[in-house]
Protein backbone atom coordinates (compact mmCIF):
# COMPACT_ATOMS: atom_id res chain seq x y z
CA UNK A 1 0.00 0.00 0.00
CA UNK A 2 3.00 2.52 1.38
CA UNK A 3 6.21 2.70 -1.01
CA UNK A 4 7.43 4.56 1.71
CA UNK A 5 6.95 4.93 5.53
CA UNK A 6 8.53 7.68 7.54
CA UNK A 7 8.44 7.94 11.50
CA UNK A 8 8.24 11.58 12.49
CA UNK A 9 6.59 14.47 11.13
CA UNK A 10 9.61 17.01 11.75
CA UNK A 11 11.41 19.18 9.29
CA UNK A 12 13.62 15.55 8.20
CA UNK A 13 10.09 13.69 7.75
CA UNK A 14 8.09 16.54 6.25
CA UNK A 15 10.23 17.26 3.89
CA UNK A 16 11.30 13.78 2.65
CA UNK A 17 7.82 12.66 2.60
CA UNK A 18 6.82 16.36 0.03
CA UNK A 19 9.01 15.71 -2.24
CA UNK A 20 8.58 12.26 -2.56
CA UNK A 21 4.55 12.31 -2.75
CA UNK A 22 5.14 14.32 -5.34
CA UNK A 23 7.23 12.40 -7.47
CA UNK A 24 3.87 9.92 -6.82
CA UNK A 25 5.25 7.82 -4.11
CA UNK A 26 2.26 6.85 -1.73
CA UNK A 27 4.14 8.30 2.14
CA UNK A 28 2.54 7.23 5.52
CA UNK A 29 3.97 8.89 8.30
CA UNK A 30 3.41 7.90 11.83
CA UNK A 31 3.98 10.80 14.68
CA UNK A 32 4.41 9.75 18.13
CA UNK A 33 2.96 13.31 19.19
CA UNK A 34 -0.04 14.54 18.89
CA UNK A 35 0.83 17.39 16.30
CA UNK A 36 3.33 17.92 12.78
CA UNK A 37 6.09 19.69 12.88
CA UNK A 38 8.61 18.40 15.27
CA UNK A 39 10.50 20.69 17.54
CA UNK A 40 9.27 23.79 15.18
CA UNK A 41 5.81 23.28 16.61
CA UNK A 42 3.98 26.79 17.67
CA UNK A 43 0.71 27.44 18.84
CA UNK A 44 -1.05 29.87 20.45
CA UNK A 45 -1.32 29.70 23.72
CA UNK A 46 -4.62 30.77 26.75
CA UNK A 47 -3.51 34.36 26.43
CA UNK A 48 -4.08 34.76 22.53
CA UNK A 49 -0.16 35.02 21.94
CA UNK A 50 1.58 32.42 19.78
CA UNK A 51 4.34 30.39 21.01
CA UNK A 52 7.21 28.18 20.14
CA UNK A 53 6.31 25.19 22.62
CA UNK A 54 9.69 23.63 22.22
CA UNK A 55 11.69 27.18 22.26
CA UNK A 56 12.27 30.00 20.13
CA UNK A 57 12.61 28.97 16.14
CA UNK A 58 14.30 31.70 14.42
CA UNK A 59 14.53 31.37 10.82
CA UNK A 60 17.57 31.74 9.00
CA UNK A 61 19.72 30.98 5.56
CA UNK A 62 21.99 31.40 2.92
CA UNK A 63 20.69 28.38 0.94
CA UNK A 64 18.49 29.62 -2.07
CA UNK A 65 17.14 25.68 -2.46
CA UNK A 66 15.92 25.59 0.98
CA UNK A 67 14.10 28.95 1.33
CA UNK A 68 12.19 28.44 -1.99
CA UNK A 69 11.39 24.72 -0.96
CA UNK A 70 9.98 26.46 2.05
CA UNK A 71 8.26 29.35 0.44
CA UNK A 72 6.25 27.19 -1.19
CA UNK A 73 3.96 26.37 1.39
CA UNK A 74 4.38 29.99 3.38
CA UNK A 75 5.16 33.58 3.29
CA UNK A 76 7.86 34.45 4.87
CA UNK A 77 8.28 38.21 6.28
CA UNK A 78 11.67 39.45 6.49
CA UNK A 79 12.83 39.94 9.85
CA UNK A 80 15.74 40.99 11.34
CA UNK A 81 17.13 39.07 14.55
CA UNK A 82 18.95 40.92 17.89
CA UNK A 83 19.87 39.40 20.78
CA UNK A 84 21.12 41.01 23.98
CA UNK A 85 23.45 39.73 26.96
CA UNK A 86 22.38 40.58 30.22
CA UNK A 87 26.04 41.09 31.97
CA UNK A 88 25.76 41.95 35.46
CA UNK A 89 22.86 44.05 34.28
CA UNK A 90 24.40 46.17 31.29
CA UNK A 91 22.83 45.30 28.39
CA UNK A 92 24.87 44.46 25.24
CA UNK A 93 24.54 42.98 21.57
CA UNK A 94 25.32 39.49 21.45
CA UNK A 95 27.37 38.28 19.80
CA UNK A 96 29.98 40.76 20.79
CA UNK A 97 30.42 43.58 18.03
CA UNK A 98 31.95 47.15 18.06
CA UNK A 99 28.67 48.58 20.16
CA UNK A 100 29.22 45.95 22.47
CA UNK A 101 32.77 47.30 23.37
CA UNK A 102 31.39 50.46 24.53
CA UNK A 103 28.91 49.41 26.86
CA UNK A 104 31.60 47.04 28.42
CA UNK A 105 34.26 49.52 28.88
CA UNK A 106 34.83 53.05 29.16
CA UNK A 107 35.01 55.12 26.12
CA UNK A 108 38.83 55.97 25.49
CA UNK A 109 38.99 52.04 26.24
CA UNK A 110 36.24 50.73 23.71
CA UNK A 111 37.52 53.21 20.97
CA UNK A 112 41.50 52.40 21.68
CA UNK A 113 39.92 48.67 21.40
CA UNK A 114 37.97 49.27 18.73
CA UNK A 115 41.29 51.18 16.48
CA UNK A 116 42.97 47.63 17.12
CA UNK A 117 40.47 45.16 16.03
CA UNK A 118 39.71 47.25 12.65
CA UNK A 119 43.44 46.63 11.94
CA UNK A 120 44.07 43.81 12.83
CA UNK A 121 41.05 41.89 11.48
CA UNK A 122 39.28 44.29 9.56
CA UNK A 123 35.83 45.73 9.24
CA UNK A 124 32.76 43.22 9.25
CA UNK A 125 34.88 40.20 10.22
CA UNK A 126 33.62 37.38 12.48
CA UNK A 127 36.68 36.28 14.61
CA UNK A 128 36.21 33.53 16.49
CA UNK A 129 37.30 34.40 20.09
CA UNK A 130 39.88 30.77 20.34
CA UNK A 131 41.37 32.93 17.82
CA UNK A 132 41.42 36.63 19.84
CA UNK A 133 42.59 34.71 22.87
CA UNK A 134 46.29 33.86 20.71
CA UNK A 135 46.35 37.39 19.44
CA UNK A 136 49.57 39.19 20.16
CA UNK A 137 48.53 41.92 21.26
CA UNK A 138 48.15 41.77 25.18
CA UNK A 139 44.98 44.41 24.67
CA UNK A 140 43.00 41.91 22.37
CA UNK A 141 44.44 38.85 24.39
CA UNK A 142 42.07 40.96 27.31
CA UNK A 143 39.27 41.63 25.40
CA UNK A 144 39.54 38.49 24.57
CA UNK A 145 39.45 36.93 28.30
CA UNK A 146 36.50 39.68 29.16
CA UNK A 147 34.41 37.68 26.58
CA UNK A 148 35.54 34.63 26.97
CA UNK A 149 34.46 35.11 30.59
CA UNK A 150 31.06 37.50 30.17
CA UNK A 151 30.08 36.07 26.91
CA UNK A 152 31.08 31.99 26.49
CA UNK A 153 32.37 30.41 29.53
CA UNK A 154 29.55 30.13 32.05
CA UNK A 155 26.92 30.49 29.29
CA UNK A 156 28.39 27.30 27.83
CA UNK A 157 28.96 25.72 31.19
CA UNK A 158 25.53 26.18 31.58
CA UNK A 159 24.21 25.22 28.69
CA UNK A 160 26.44 22.02 28.14
CA UNK A 161 27.02 21.13 31.57
CA UNK A 162 30.36 20.28 30.95
CA UNK A 163 33.80 22.60 30.84
CA UNK A 164 34.22 24.23 27.82
CA UNK A 165 37.26 21.91 26.63
CA UNK A 166 35.06 19.01 26.63
CA UNK A 167 33.16 20.90 23.80
CA UNK A 168 33.49 19.76 20.19
CA UNK A 169 35.25 22.45 18.58
CA UNK A 170 32.76 23.09 16.26
CA UNK A 171 30.00 24.36 18.90
CA UNK A 172 33.59 26.40 20.63
CA UNK A 173 34.33 28.23 17.19
CA UNK A 174 31.02 28.96 16.67
CA UNK A 175 31.53 31.90 19.16
CA UNK A 176 32.67 35.32 17.66
CA UNK A 177 33.76 38.76 18.08
CA UNK A 178 32.51 41.07 14.98
CA UNK A 179 34.22 44.02 14.02
CA UNK A 180 30.82 45.61 12.94
CA UNK A 181 28.49 48.23 14.53
CA UNK A 182 26.06 46.53 13.21
CA UNK A 183 23.54 44.50 15.51
CA UNK A 184 21.94 41.52 14.37
CA UNK A 185 22.74 37.27 15.54
CA UNK A 186 22.64 36.21 11.77
CA UNK A 187 24.43 37.22 8.59
CA UNK A 188 22.21 34.78 6.13
CA UNK A 189 21.31 36.05 2.60
CA UNK A 190 17.68 35.12 3.75
CA UNK A 191 16.43 35.80 7.32
CA UNK A 192 12.88 35.16 8.01
CA UNK A 193 9.79 34.23 9.60
CA UNK A 194 6.54 32.48 8.40
CA UNK A 195 3.71 35.03 8.40
CA UNK A 196 0.95 32.48 9.91
CA UNK A 197 3.79 30.39 11.86
CA UNK A 198 5.55 27.15 11.45
CA UNK A 199 2.40 24.93 12.11
CA UNK A 200 1.05 26.30 9.17
CA UNK A 201 4.05 26.02 7.04
CA UNK A 202 3.83 22.03 8.13
CA UNK A 203 0.39 21.65 7.18
CA UNK A 204 0.42 23.18 3.92
CA UNK A 205 3.78 20.74 3.18
CA UNK A 206 2.34 17.56 4.20
CA UNK A 207 -1.64 18.53 2.20
CA UNK A 208 -0.58 16.28 -0.52
CA UNK A 209 -3.08 13.28 -2.05
CA UNK A 210 -0.29 10.81 -1.60
CA UNK A 211 0.48 11.63 1.84
CA UNK A 212 -1.48 10.00 5.06
CA UNK A 213 -0.64 10.69 8.56
CA UNK A 214 -1.08 8.99 11.64
CA UNK A 215 -0.63 11.43 15.03
CA UNK A 216 -0.29 9.53 18.41
CA UNK A 217 1.37 6.73 16.70
CA UNK A 218 4.96 5.62 17.84
CA UNK A 219 6.39 3.71 15.15
CA UNK A 220 7.83 0.88 17.19
CA UNK A 221 4.11 -0.09 17.69
CA UNK A 222 4.13 -0.95 13.99
CA UNK A 223 7.68 -0.93 12.58
CA UNK A 224 10.07 -3.72 13.44
CA UNK A 225 13.39 -4.35 12.32
CA UNK A 226 14.47 -7.60 12.62
CA UNK A 227 17.54 -10.29 10.37
CA UNK A 228 18.00 -7.24 8.09
CA UNK A 229 14.00 -7.04 6.69
CA UNK A 230 11.83 -4.20 7.69
CA UNK A 231 8.07 -5.25 9.02
CA UNK A 232 5.22 -3.21 9.28
CA UNK A 233 1.97 -4.17 11.05
CA UNK A 234 3.62 -7.50 10.98
CA UNK A 235 4.29 -8.16 7.22
CA UNK A 236 7.74 -7.86 5.75
CA UNK A 237 7.88 -4.03 4.16
CA UNK A 238 10.41 -3.97 1.21
CA UNK A 239 9.40 -0.05 0.55
CA UNK A 240 12.13 2.60 2.41
CA UNK A 241 11.42 3.55 6.30
CA UNK A 242 13.32 6.95 6.93
CA UNK A 243 13.72 7.12 10.87
CA UNK A 244 13.58 10.60 12.29
CA UNK A 245 13.61 9.22 15.63
CA UNK A 246 16.29 8.49 18.52
CA UNK A 247 18.77 5.70 16.65
CA UNK A 248 19.59 4.30 19.97
CA UNK A 249 16.17 3.51 20.70
CA UNK A 250 15.21 1.95 17.32
CA UNK A 251 17.87 -0.79 18.28
CA UNK A 252 16.95 -1.20 22.18
CA UNK A 253 20.12 1.11 23.36
CA UNK A 254 21.66 -2.84 22.85
CA UNK A 255 25.21 -0.60 23.22
CA UNK A 256 24.06 1.75 25.73
CA UNK A 257 22.19 5.25 25.48
CA UNK A 258 23.13 7.84 23.24
CA UNK A 259 24.46 11.29 25.57
CA UNK A 260 21.70 14.39 25.17
CA UNK A 261 21.19 17.70 26.58
CA UNK A 262 17.70 18.34 27.59
CA UNK A 263 16.20 21.59 28.69
CA UNK A 264 13.03 22.58 30.47
CA UNK A 265 11.07 25.61 29.27
CA UNK A 266 9.07 27.79 31.51
CA UNK A 267 6.52 30.12 29.98
CA UNK A 268 5.46 32.87 31.80
CA UNK A 269 2.85 35.55 31.33
CA UNK A 270 3.21 39.09 31.70
CA UNK A 271 0.60 41.83 31.06
CA UNK A 272 2.34 44.47 29.81
CA UNK A 273 3.29 45.09 25.94
CA UNK A 274 7.11 45.19 26.34
CA UNK A 275 9.10 42.71 28.69
CA UNK A 276 12.27 43.14 27.71
CA UNK A 277 14.52 45.24 25.43
CA UNK A 278 15.58 42.63 22.72
CA UNK A 279 13.62 39.49 21.56
CA UNK A 280 16.16 36.97 22.72
CA UNK A 281 18.32 38.10 26.57
CA UNK A 282 21.14 35.88 27.17
CA UNK A 283 22.07 35.36 30.90
CA UNK A 284 25.82 34.80 30.42
CA UNK A 285 27.09 35.48 33.86
CA UNK A 286 23.87 35.29 36.16
CA UNK A 287 20.85 33.14 36.99
CA UNK A 288 20.51 29.14 36.12
CA UNK A 289 17.89 29.66 33.03
CA UNK A 290 20.65 30.36 29.89
CA UNK A 291 18.20 32.68 27.82
CA UNK A 292 14.60 34.38 27.93
CA UNK A 293 13.04 35.10 24.39
CA UNK A 294 9.74 37.01 23.82
CA UNK A 295 7.70 35.31 21.39
CA UNK A 296 5.50 38.51 19.99
CA UNK A 297 9.10 40.29 19.01
CA UNK A 298 10.06 37.74 16.51
CA UNK A 299 6.42 36.06 15.36
CA UNK A 300 4.27 37.81 12.95
CA UNK A 301 1.36 38.16 15.52
CA UNK A 302 0.21 41.33 15.60
CA UNK A 303 -2.21 43.08 17.77
CA UNK A 304 -1.70 41.54 21.18
CA UNK A 305 -2.06 43.23 24.33
CA UNK A 306 -0.20 41.43 26.70
CA UNK A 307 3.27 38.90 26.10
CA UNK A 308 4.31 35.44 26.60
CA UNK A 309 8.09 34.71 27.64
CA UNK A 310 9.93 31.80 27.69
CA UNK A 311 13.10 30.90 30.15
CA UNK A 312 15.51 28.05 29.14
CA UNK A 313 17.23 25.83 31.72
CA UNK A 314 19.72 23.13 30.12
CA UNK A 315 19.72 20.12 32.01
CA UNK A 316 21.16 16.73 31.34
CA UNK A 317 18.43 14.52 29.51
CA UNK A 318 17.72 11.08 31.34
CA UNK A 319 17.07 7.91 29.50
CA UNK A 320 13.23 6.57 29.34
CA UNK A 321 11.88 9.99 31.68
CA UNK A 322 9.45 12.07 29.93
CA UNK A 323 12.27 14.68 29.40
CA UNK A 324 12.88 15.73 25.82
CA UNK A 325 16.40 15.15 23.84
CA UNK A 326 17.24 18.19 22.23
CA UNK A 327 21.21 18.35 21.76
CA UNK A 328 23.28 16.07 20.88
CA UNK A 329 26.67 15.88 22.96
CA UNK A 330 29.26 15.66 20.05
CA UNK A 331 32.37 14.42 21.74
CA UNK A 332 34.18 11.21 20.38
CA UNK A 333 33.48 9.07 22.70
CA UNK A 334 29.47 9.88 21.65
CA UNK A 335 30.36 9.90 18.20
CA UNK A 336 31.82 6.51 18.71
CA UNK A 337 29.31 5.24 20.00
CA UNK A 338 26.85 6.31 17.22
CA UNK A 339 29.14 4.75 14.81
CA UNK A 340 28.12 1.38 15.86
CA UNK A 341 24.15 2.17 16.07
CA UNK A 342 24.78 3.43 12.28
CA UNK A 343 26.61 0.44 11.37
CA UNK A 344 23.67 -1.90 12.72
CA UNK A 345 21.38 0.16 11.00
CA UNK A 346 23.25 0.05 7.52
CA UNK A 347 22.26 -3.66 7.36
CA UNK A 348 19.01 -2.73 6.61
CA UNK A 349 19.22 -1.56 2.96
CA UNK A 350 15.28 0.08 3.11
CA UNK A 351 16.10 2.06 5.98
CA UNK A 352 17.54 5.35 5.96
CA UNK A 353 18.16 7.58 9.19
CA UNK A 354 17.59 11.06 8.79
CA UNK A 355 17.36 14.28 10.92
CA UNK A 356 18.88 15.38 14.25
CA UNK A 357 17.99 12.36 16.55
CA UNK A 358 18.82 9.69 14.20
CA UNK A 359 21.93 11.51 13.17
CA UNK A 360 22.94 12.22 16.48
CA UNK A 361 23.99 15.80 15.13
CA UNK A 362 22.62 19.27 15.06
CA UNK A 363 21.18 20.79 12.11
CA UNK A 364 19.37 24.34 11.68
CA UNK A 365 16.00 24.42 10.03
CA UNK A 366 17.13 25.52 6.77
CA UNK A 367 20.23 22.54 7.18
CA UNK A 368 17.91 19.85 7.84
CA UNK A 369 15.47 20.92 4.94
CA UNK A 370 18.37 20.91 2.51
CA UNK A 371 19.74 17.65 3.88
CA UNK A 372 16.41 15.85 3.41
CA UNK A 373 15.70 17.16 0.12
CA UNK A 374 18.87 15.44 -0.74
CA UNK A 375 18.37 12.52 1.05
CA UNK A 376 14.60 12.04 -0.72
CA UNK A 377 16.44 12.99 -4.45
CA UNK A 378 18.53 10.11 -3.68
CA UNK A 379 15.64 7.76 -2.70
C1 LIG B 1 15.75 24.85 21.66
C2 LIG B 1 15.99 24.77 20.19
C3 LIG B 1 15.96 25.93 19.44
C4 LIG B 1 16.19 25.87 18.07
N1 LIG B 1 16.18 27.03 17.38
C5 LIG B 1 16.43 27.02 16.07
C6 LIG B 1 16.46 28.24 15.33
O1 LIG B 1 16.27 29.33 15.89
N2 LIG B 1 16.70 28.17 14.00
C7 LIG B 1 16.92 26.98 13.35
O2 LIG B 1 17.12 26.99 12.13
N3 LIG B 1 16.89 25.81 14.02
C8 LIG B 1 16.65 25.80 15.35
N4 LIG B 1 16.62 24.61 16.05
C9 LIG B 1 16.83 23.35 15.31
C10 LIG B 1 15.52 22.73 14.81
O3 LIG B 1 14.66 22.45 15.90
C11 LIG B 1 15.87 21.46 14.02
O4 LIG B 1 16.53 21.83 12.84
C12 LIG B 1 14.67 20.61 13.60
O5 LIG B 1 13.84 20.34 14.68
C13 LIG B 1 15.18 19.29 13.03
O6 LIG B 1 14.10 18.56 12.52
P1 LIG B 1 14.02 16.98 12.67
O7 LIG B 1 12.89 16.55 11.83
O8 LIG B 1 15.36 16.38 12.44
O9 LIG B 1 13.73 16.73 14.23
P2 LIG B 1 12.44 17.03 15.11
O10 LIG B 1 11.93 18.40 14.87
O11 LIG B 1 12.81 16.69 16.51
O12 LIG B 1 11.35 16.00 14.59
C14 LIG B 1 11.41 14.62 14.88
C15 LIG B 1 9.99 14.12 15.01
O13 LIG B 1 10.01 12.70 15.09
C16 LIG B 1 9.07 12.30 16.05
N5 LIG B 1 9.46 10.96 16.53
C17 LIG B 1 10.58 10.63 17.19
N6 LIG B 1 10.61 9.30 17.45
C18 LIG B 1 9.47 8.79 16.94
C19 LIG B 1 8.89 7.50 16.91
N7 LIG B 1 9.53 6.44 17.47
N8 LIG B 1 7.70 7.32 16.31
C20 LIG B 1 7.03 8.38 15.78
N9 LIG B 1 7.51 9.63 15.80
C21 LIG B 1 8.72 9.84 16.36
C22 LIG B 1 9.15 13.37 17.12
O14 LIG B 1 7.98 13.38 17.92
C23 LIG B 1 9.29 14.62 16.27
O15 LIG B 1 8.04 15.18 15.95
C24 LIG B 1 16.45 24.65 17.42
C25 LIG B 1 16.49 23.47 18.18
C26 LIG B 1 16.29 23.54 19.55
C27 LIG B 1 16.37 22.28 20.35
Not at 157 to 167: A, R
Request: hydrophobic share 35%.
Amino acid sequence: MYDVIIAGAGYAGAVSARVLAEKGKKVLILEEREHIGGNAYDEVDEHGVMIHTYGPHLFHTSDKKAYDFLSRFTNFIPYHHTVMGNIHGKFMPIPFNLNSLYVAFDKEKAEKLEKKLLKAYGAETRVPILELKKAKDPEIRELAEYVFENVFVHYTMKQWGYKPEEIDPAVTARVPVITTHKDGYFTDTYQAMPDEGFTKLFEKMLDHENIKICLNTNAFDRIKLKDGKIFFDGEEFNGKYIFTGMTDVLFERKFGPLPYRSLRFDFEYHDVSSYQEAPVVNYTVSEDYTRISEFKKFTCQKDVAGTTIVKEYPRAYEPDSDMIPYYAILNDDNKALFAKYKALADKYAGLVLLGRLAEYRYFNMDAITSHALEMAEKI
